[in-house]
């Protein structure tokens, strides 16, 4: 069952952000699909969303944030809104730093960032709370016949210090290294687990989640890390020291890449009842099936 999210362009005054966030502008896109297999689930969780939101809700809740959050908060919104027929649920994907912006702006209900704020970034009066655990998966071509790489290999390719996939058992090519963009979560993320930070030598730094994978998908010589949540069958990931990336091994810490999934807002600023009422549905424990079926880990 598939249905589209609405996002609305809508102009505000300046003094809206002085009153705290409001809708953002953004461009026609659909939620993360929810398959055949989880529509069972989606029913009972939009009950759940009904009963969690109490009363009759109208208006807008808009997000504005990270491309890897893109399945989760899909689905969550798209469940929210079958619960709630007067309220237009909005996503707009520009990535984890522009959410954040977008926040402290006035410019939406909720940022989402697939990174932690930091610390500067908390004193700028914006909180956060963590919805879910992502992995970061290492991926490579489907045609690329390594199966398994050391954090510390991992590491010194994107550093350069390996640049030939002979090097780690595999075909002698030069290795393609693909990245996401400057204040991507999913960059920063991997970058502090590998202590890589500032030492990568991209080939190639692209601003969504879903470049990151087709760009790899159509490279043999190609490796990038994407969400655990986006990976589709057209690359393969990779395992991370004989630990193959999955909910389970997200959970229990055994799989060493992996971060947050952030709500954030704006800190003593009240949200709108309909941008409260998705916020407490979805940190509750009645998303968690949702959260599982777009491939990430609830936290509650």
């Given amino acids: 069952m598939k249905k589209t999210i609405a996002l609305i362009l809508t102009g505000f005054m300046a003094a809206a952000a002085l009153t705290g966030c409001s809708s953002s502008s ?18 009972e969780s939009t009950e759940e969303a009904k009963e969690a939101s109490g009363s009759e809700l109208s208006g807008t809740v808009a997000t504005d944030g990270s491309t890897s959050m893109e399945k989760v908060i899909g689905a969550l ?20 730093g522009s959410g ?16 932690a704020l930091k610390d500067e970034e908390k004193k700028s009066c914006l909180k956060e709370e963590t919805l879910c655990l992502d992995g970061i998966a290492i991926i490579v071509n489907n045609e690329n016949t ?12 994107y550093k350069g210090e390996i640049t030939n996939w002979k090097d780690l058992g595999g075909n002698d090519e030069e290795i393609v290294l693909i990245g996401r963009e400057a204040g991507s979560g999913t960059r920063d993320g991997f970058e502090s687990i590998t202590d890589t930070k500032d030492a990568c030598k991209y080939r190639q730094e692209l601003t969504s989640t879903g470049d990151v994978i087709t760009t790899v998908s159509q490279n043999p010589a190609a490796i990038g890390y994407a969400s655990l949540a986006a990976i589709k069958d057209s690359v ?39 941008a409260q009422a998705f916020y407490d549905y979805a940190m509750s424990s009645d998303a968690n099936d949702l959260i599982a079926k777009a491939g990430a880990v609830a936290v509650n």
């Fill in 26 to 43: 953004s461009t026609e896109t659909t939620a993360a699909g929810t398959s055949a297999e989880a529509e069972s689930t989606q029913a």
């Fill in 146 to 157: 390594i199966e398994d790489i050391l954090l510390d290999d991992l590491a010194k390719i």
């Fill in 236 to 274: 393969k990931a990779v395992k991370i020291d004989g630990v193959e990336p999955t909910e389970e091994t997200v959970k229990d810490g055994s799989y060493k890449i992996q971060r947050p999934f952030v709500l954030v807002t704006k800190d003593g600023a009240e949200l709108s009842e309909q």
């Fill in 77 to 96: 919104g798209e469940a929210f809104m079958e619960a709630n027929k007067g309220v237009t649920f909005t996503y707009n994907p520009t990535g984890s």
């Fill in 100 to 115: 954040i912006q977008a926040v402290q702006e006035g410019r939406c209900d909720i940022g989402l960032s697939s990174r």
